[in-house]
């Protein structure tokens, strides 16, 4: 049976407003009690590949907290568990910082793996993916790289300057930018499975090409040169790449139909526990269609919102279709529609908020309004 290791890359260019002004992408929290890199782990994890690494970008503070042992994932630890790859000399480069080389700087993770494959994917696009059935269409195909697909009919609105494949029959001829002036598209889910030979060859003709390119920009410009196919992927996908996605997919999962797709009994979403007691809600609390995480109280009304742990939400106060993070407190009486106010914030003396689903309004991290 071949050995795959999987990367999780978290280098982009992809920004949500505020939120990631102190921590990656994949640390935000996500439905109040998850972290957006759960999802990709979890997939990994319920994959059975049993060793990881993350390929980290920037600010890994938050995302050492979240992630400490990594035991929480499932990971057979004695088969490797994660490891968290950083390249410090880059750290503070943006041009020089991309997967490139980080890979370059930690490549004994890939070489003292002794795997076959490699499962590359990216924390921002949250799907359902079993990287196995990929890795198996890529053994078949005979392929040195299989890029993962999903074909789209909203591409005019979804994965804007994402990538999208040009396919005659199962190989990719080219990779192009969405630019949104379509609808149909073979969105590429940055999902690749590459044969470890090939993979380190790449990190060195990469260099060659250009010290600015990263994993997507080498893979096409070698469309045209090297054996890359195709796997369609006909599951859940939604890419997070912005603020206002975040804002729109956190709400979209309060859609029963929608969350179901995702979180299933036989395809586990792994996070990190917290100690926390349960939810408590008072006598005049109202709460509808809404997440609410461990820990926090609820005296007001809650429609259409994700409320994390340890929130505190006064008599009379009315949230609706917000996210509340961790530790804010929201004071009696206070009105907020539209808004994603940071972890321990406090809503006390400005107490009528007012964003829009297209520019939710943002209050950051421990600011007091």
């Not at 990367?7 to 990656?24: A, F």
């Not at 997507?216 to 796997?231: P, S, V």
């Not at 006909?234 to 912005?242: Q, V």
Request: with cysteine.
């Amino acid at each position: 049976m071949a050995k795959v290791i999987g990367l999780v890359n978290l280098h982009s260019d992809i920004t949500y407003k505020g939120l990631t002004e102190r921590r990656p992408v994949a640390s935000v929290s996500f439905l109040g009690r998850y972290g957006i890199v759960d999802f990709v782990l979890s997939n990994m994890s319920n994959s059975q590949l049993d060793s990881v690494g993350i390929l980290i970008q920037e600010k890994p503070r938050s995302l050492f907290k979240h992630l400490k042992s990594g035991q929480s994932w499932n990971f057979n630890t004695k088969s490797g568990g994660i490891s968290l790859l950083y390249n410090e000399q880059y750290a503070n480069n943006p041009k020089y910082n991309h997967d490139i080389n980080n890979l370059v700087e930690n490549i004994a993770f890939i070489k003292e793996s002794k795997a076959d494959y490699v499962v590359i994917a990216p924390a921002h696009i949250i799907t359902t993916m079993d990287y196995m059935d990929a890795v198996e269409a890529h053994e078949k195909s005979g392929a040195e790289v299989t890029m993962v697909y999903k074909k789209i009919n909203d591409a005019d609105t979804a994965f804007i300057g994402g990538s999208y494949l040009r396919l005659k029959g199962k190989q990719v001829t080219e990779i192009k930018t969405n630019k949104g002036n379509r609808k149909e598209r073979a969105i590429s889910l940055e999902t690749y499975v590459i044969n470890t030979k090939v993979l380190l060859k790449l990190l060195e003709y990469a260099k060659k090409l250009s010290s600015f390119f990263d994993l997507k920009d080498t893979l096409a410009y070698l469309c045209d040169e090297r054996n890359i196919c195709a796997y369609e992927y006909k599951g859940f996908a939604r890419c997070i790449d912005s603020f206002e996605s975040y804002f729109n997919t956190s709400l979209e999962f309060l859609n029963l139909d929608i969350a179901t797709q995702v979180f299933k009994s036989s395809w586990p979403i792994y996070t990190t526990t917290n100690d926390t007691p349960p939810t408590k809600y008072g006598k005049e609390a109202h709460v509808k269609k809404s997440f609410v995480a461990n820990g926090a109280l609820v005296e007001g009304s809650v429609e259409g919102s994700v409320i994390g742990r340890e929130v505190r939400i006064g008599k009379g106060a009315s949230i609706k279709n917000c996210i509340i993070f961790t530790g804010s407190v929201i004071a009696p009486g206070a009105v907020l529609e539209n808004v994603v106010v940071d972890k321990h914030a406090k809503v006390e003396r400005k107490t009528e908020l007012r964003g829009t689903k297209e520019e939710p309004l943002f209050v950051r991290e421990g600011d007091v309004v």
